[in-house]
């Protein structure tokens, strides 16, 4: 579950990311119902600072 204070200070430098970088993560399953090509494309859409993996 998230919370804030599991924040790992760690993960930018780990991923390589800058410090303005915004990881977007999607935990669910990868189903149909779930339209994830719809959310793939909205993804790049959005650009940088936004990074994904």
Do not use: C, Q, W
């Amino acid at each position: 579950m998230f919370h804030p204070s599991r924040r790992v200070e760690t993960l930018r430098a780990h991923l390589r990311l800058p410090p303005d970088a915004r990881l977007l993560v999607y935990a669910g399953r990868f189903t149909p119902e779930k339209k994830l090509p719809l959310l793939i494309e909205a993804v790049r859409k959005l650009g940088r600072p936004y990074h994904r993996s």
